[in-house]
């Protein structure tokens, strides 16, 4: 089984939470792309490191259920990231990005 090579964990971190931010991908999609991608973990990995069960990892990944708010924390601390509050509708971001 040959080794993932390395990448740069904070540009793709940066990519992602841009796609979030435009809308076009999922808090799930992003975590699970910086997991396997960025941090280069199993989901079994994860689950032992948070004490986290599979399928509230899944869950979060997948964007499905309803993973009580210290799960969701644990899980993107992991990733480097934190759960903030954003508006719904995605123009009112541009003023406040483009300030930056």
Not at 46 to 69: A, H, M, T, W
């Amino acid at each position: 089984m040959s080794k993932k090579q390395p990448i740069d964990r904070f540009k793709l971190k940066a990519e992602l939470v841009q796609q979030m931010l435009d809308g076009t991908i999922s808090m799930g999609q992003m975590g699970k792309r910086i997991r396997s991608e960025g941090l280069q973990m199993t989901q079994e990995e994860v689950c032992k490191l948070l004490g986290l069960s599979r399928q509230v990892v899944s869950d979060i990944e997948n964007d499905n259920g309803n993973p009580r708010l210290d799960s969701l924390q644990k899980y993107f601390k992991l990733m480097g990231l934190e759960i903030a509050l954003l508006p719904r509708q995605r123009s009112e971001l541009q003023p406040i990005t483009s300030n930056t």
